[in-house]
């Protein structure tokens, strides 16, 4: 599963940089871009810094998720949580999405806003930490965290479809109610 991960992380890599680096989203991305990228390695130069965005996103999103499934099933007596409705499952899962959405975009906004300044062209020359760096300088502080609230709607929305989906195929394959250890 990590190896398809990684696989498909790379092939898109060009894709994800272009759709970064130009306005619109992917279908705005046609193969006429990336004809006139300077190189191979210009297209994927969003490959090394990647995990910086990548890593702190998906720890938050689990982390955060399994959180509030913990605490709001906590503060529930075991009789009320065995009687729980299907629409009181349901809001504390969407729920659990939503401020798990937040949390990571919180988290990844830092390294994205750099990241899409790297694809841009901006910052010196340089190995791929040093430009974070100096670009980090130069932006500052409220400036990685420019554009947050639009992102934590989009990313709170994503992130709640994709647990609420990864709770109907538990609910669905009968598996445990927690994988890591939550009472949930």
Same mark, same amino acid.
């Given at each position: 599963?990590?190896?398809?991960?990684?696989?498909?992380?790379?092939?898109?890599?060009?894709?994800?940089?272009?759709?970064?680096?130009?306005? #619109?989203?992917?279908?705005?991305?046609?193969?006429?871009?990336?004809?006139?990228?300077?190189?191979?390695?210009?297209?994927?130069?969003?490959?090394?810094?990647?995990?910086?965005?990548?890593?702190?996103?998906?720890?938050?999103?689990?982390?955060?998720?399994?959180?509030c499934?913990?605490? /709001?099933?906590?503060?529930?007596?075991?009789?009320?949580? /065995?009687?729980?409705?299907?629409?009181?499952?349901?809001?504390?899962?969407?729920?659990?999405?939503?401020?798990? @959405?937040?949390?990571?975009?919180?988290?990844?906004?830092?390294?994205?806003?750099?990241?899409?300044?790297?694809?841009? #062209?901006?910052?010196?020359?340089?190995?791929?930490?040093?430009?974070? #760096?100096?670009?980090?300088?130069?932006?500052?502080?409220?400036?990685?965290?420019?554009?947050? @609230?639009p992102?934590?709607?989009?990313? /709170? #929305?994503?992130?709640?479809?994709?647990?609420?989906?990864?709770? @109907?195929?538990?609910?669905?394959?009968?598996?445990?109610k927690?994988?890591?250890?939550?009472?949930?």
């Amino acid at each position: 599963m990590r190896l398809a991960w990684s696989l498909a992380s790379r092939a898109l890599c060009a894709k994800a940089a272009c759709a970064i680096s130009t306005p #619109g989203s992917f279908p705005s991305c046609s193969s006429k871009h990336f004809s006139y990228r300077p190189s191979f390695s210009t297209s994927y130069s969003y490959t090394s810094p990647s995990p910086f965005r990548q890593i702190p996103y998906a720890i938050g999103q689990f982390t955060v998720n399994e959180l509030c499934h913990e605490v /709001a099933f906590r503060s529930m007596s075991k009789e009320r949580r /065995a009687n729980l409705s299907p629409t009181a499952k349901f809001s504390v899962l969407l729920g659990s999405g939503v401020i798990a @959405g937040f949390a990571a975009a919180i988290l990844s906004q830092p390294a994205d806003t750099l990241l899409s300044q790297i694809n841009k #062209g901006h910052g010196p020359s340089g190995s791929i930490l040093y430009r974070l #760096g100096v670009l980090a300088k130069q932006t500052g502080f409220r400036g990685l965290f420019a554009g947050l @609230g639009p992102r934590m709607v989009m990313t /709170a #929305g994503l992130v709640s479809g994709q647990f609420l989906i990864y709770g @109907g195929i538990k609910h669905g394959a009968r598996l445990p109610k927690s994988l890591l250890g939550c009472i949930c």
